[in-house]
């Protein structure tokens, strides 16, 4: 079997992959060589670009940084946070990039994600061992594809990427639901840490630490307890994890905006120029330089740290030189005050997000992961905010690596994590028994066939700690009068619709008087099923008004791993029975 793991990051994205074979040690390989990249550059990431013309894909990756650099409103940039959830999407401090003319974020993700893959199977087949076999397109049908996603994305940004990966021909809509699978982007950070990193020279049964994932946009923070040290290493998660918009993309906004002041009455304030310093502002790899066909390395950002008084952004040629504005030879420096200054906002709202998340806890280290967690600086200010409680800050090893995407595939072989903490408090609508909590609307109670009054719209929420094995029973009994004609239709069209609320304590109403879910309450998935082989399981009931049919069955809600699924369970004459799964809509 074949594993794909892919993570398409705001800026940057990486594809990891697996060959399991009997008898074969599996191994994690990293995609390193991409179209348009230089060699020496290879490093299992490319950006996450996609140039269009008239709607139709031009170049990605690689290949689309010139259309970038020459007219960026045709080229998909910084689309990922599009997907955001609403609530993500209003802490932004600015509006996300359009996407180009005539062109939709599903077509976005499905051409990048085309690409990625394609070019995949291409590095798979380049592979010593697989040159001129058939390995690829024989196991294709049986593929896994493991996609990894922020902290704060849920089931809705799910159902969109298993529509995209459909259409992009990574699977197929009927194997959809076993074999595409969903990991957090933190989770699959710290299978890559434990992998790569000093983690097992520390690690002891019962150590609490956390984990920071600071990636191109999103930042996500996780606190994991070891439960066993000894392979195979067990983890849990301790409280629900934290993501903020806070990452490496927000420090490149406000050297814009810092550059476009400097070089506001000058030659060099033309957005060109503004892109190619940002640009190299941002990047630690090999870049084009403006009008120039050498080549040069950039690490301003990654290196800026306190004390660091030379901040050069070596942009242009030695035509490029304005000794008025600081520009010499095509370069520019800035001083440690303005560097410092376009990262005061992110570090702010990183050190919050984690000051809220190991609250009074006893940690004693604090892993550091992605893209924006290699920044010098990044590392200082945390230091300096948590050193005094004696937490220690590590950095994960690998830095040129996609941490999600290669985390990912060593997740598949070791699912080091086994519990984890929900993020919001998932539930469904029901009719409950009647009390006098809910009295407020005594009007709405109804009496049942067998006698019982009920009252319908309440919320019934499940556990906050999901363990791999976790399903979540919510127990039904059906009853119907003796002489009802709607038995077995209403078997076949079962439904239940799955809410979430993501503040404190929930309410306990999941629906209001007219049937609407309650301010706070989101409507998440419905869940159908055909449960018409309960029809033979009916039982003749005497009832306080007459006979009536009766049936109970359970559906059992998995949230433990990292998606969620639903099958329903039943007895008939002692004997178990279960459908395979019950279908998800999501909302």
Known sequence: KIVVAMDIGTTQSGVSFLHLSNGARPVVTMVTQWPGQVTAAG???????????????????EEAVEAFEDDKSTVAHYFKLHLHPDHMKRSLSRPIPPLPPNVTLEQAYTDIMSYMFRHTREFFESRPGYINTNTWSRLQNSMEIILATPNGWDIREQGFLRRVAIRAGLINSSSAETRLTFITEAEASIHFALHHGSIRNWLREDAMFAVVDAGGSTVDSTLYVCKSAQTPIRLEEVASSKCVQAGGIFVDEQAEVILKQKFRNSRFGTSDYISAMVRVFELKAWNPVIGSSFTYYSQTKRLFAAGRNSNVIDFGGPG???NAVGVRRGKVSLTAAEVASCFAVPIRDIRDSVRSLIDARNIQYLVLVGGFGESS?????????????????????????????EGASIWRLTHNVKARAARYTYGTNFADVYNQKYCERSDLKITNPDGRIVMPGAFSTWDVVLADDFAHAVPYAWAWSSNSSSILSDLRGYSTKV???????????????QGNPMPGIRHLCTITADLSGLYSSLTLCNGPSGQYYQVHFSVLISLGGTQLSARVQWDDKARLFETMKGEMSYD
Not at 499 to 513: E, F, H, I, K, Q
């Open 499 to 513: 809410y979430m609320w993501d503040s404190a304590a929930p309410p306990t109403w999941a629906l209001d008087r």
């Open 320 to 322: 490029d030189t304005d």
């Open 377 to 405: 600086y990044l590392k200082q200010e945390l230091e300096s905010a948590f050193g005094a409680r004696g937490v220690s800050i590590v950095v994960a090893e690998e830095p040129s690596r996609k941490a999600a995407a």
């Open 43 to 61: 490093m299992g990431k490319i950006p996450t670009l996609v140039a269009y013309q008239y709607g139709e894909v031009q170049a990605c990756g």
